[in-house]
């Protein structure tokens, strides 16, 4: 069995993720607070991830599996991680470093969406994408 993963986020749901943008994991960890991109933030510790709002949720793995969506559990994103950081160039390679060090702090893993976007216009994305996620996790 996996272990839990959470996020807090605002009371309304969880923050829907822009999927029109896409960057690699160091850059959403380091660059992207405050912004979106294609993945989602979850962490082991449910204490360690209170950027987003007050309101604790639980990724439900099992429907996030099912449906063809990907957690990256915290070791592999570190093993990723410490991948970029040895073999990328300079500027993705101190990237990936600092977000090493931000990842281990928060136990972050991240979620990858693989939702069929074809037919939804950009203008629509985010919406769409907030009333597509809240399904995979419940409110604590």
Not at 35 to 49: A, C, D, N, W, Y
Not at 92 to 98: K, N, V
Not at 117 to 130: N, S
Request: proline share 3%; charged share 30%.
């Amino acid at each position: 069995m996996s272990a839990d993963y959470f996020r807090k986020d605002q009371a309304d749901g969880v923050t829907a993720p822009d999927l029109s943008k896409d960057c690699s994991f160091s850059e959403h960890i380091v660059r992207a607070r405050g912004k979106r991109t294609q993945l989602t933030s979850v962490s082991l510790s449910p204490e360690k991830i209170r950027d987003f709002g007050p309101v604790l949720y639980q990724a439900l793995q099992p429907e996030i599996n099912s449906d063809g969506h990907a957690l990256v559990q915290h070791s592999d994103l570190m093993s990723a991680l410490r991948d970029a950081a040895n073999s990328s160039q300079k500027e993705e390679r101190a990237r990936a470093i600092q977000a090493q060090r931000y990842a281990r702090r928060r136990k972050e893993g991240v979620l990858q969406w693989s939702f069929d976007v074809t037919g939804v216009e950009k203008k629509d994305m985010i919406t769409w994408a907030f009333k597509n996620i809240q399904k995979y996790f419940k409110r604590e």
